[in-house]
């Protein structure tokens, strides 16, 4: 997939999570790039496959989440079904660090950072 495809198909990614998903805007940075980690890589073990660690409650949390967001690209973007592993791996990596940058990394929020908050 060459970058000018890899950068669209990530924006309709993200698309998704910015029109319907609540969990993008914790209060605190720390909280964010978890919740993000977890919710990302479990949503990208479900689209290629592979097991999904279920240990703790924040593992049961995030993966409720990546199962409804995986569900989601799976009925939206026909493409997805049509990529291998190392492909769905790298875009939700793209994801990934795209939403960090604009969630938390690229924020103005000074909540995200105030250590008092």
Same mark, same amino acid.
């Given at each position: ?64 989440? &990546?199962?409804?967001?995986? =569900? $989601?690209? %799976? +009925?939206?973007? @026909?493409? /997805? &079904?049509?990529?291998?592993? =190392? $492909?769905? %791996? +790298?875009?939700? @990596?793209? /994801? ?13 929020? /000074? ?7």
């Amino acid at each position: 997939m060459d970058a000018t495809m890899m950068k669209e198909r990530v924006e309709q990614l993200l698309n998704v999570i910015m029109k319907n998903c609540l969990w993008q805007f914790h209060s605190r940075a720390w909280d964010r790039r978890d919740q993000n980690q977890g919710i990302l890589t479990k949503a990208t073990q479900i689209l290629c496959n592979e097991d999904v660690e279920l240990e703790t409650p924040a593992d049961r949390c995030y993966w409720v989440d &990546s199962v409804w967001l995986a =569900d $989601e690209y %799976k +009925a939206r973007f @026909n493409w /997805l &079904s049509d990529l291998g592993k =190392d $492909e769905i %791996k +790298a875009l939700m @990596n793209a /994801l990934h660090e795209r939403i960090d940058y604009l969630m938390i990394d690229g924020s103005l929020n /000074l909540e995200l950072t105030d250590e008092h908050y």
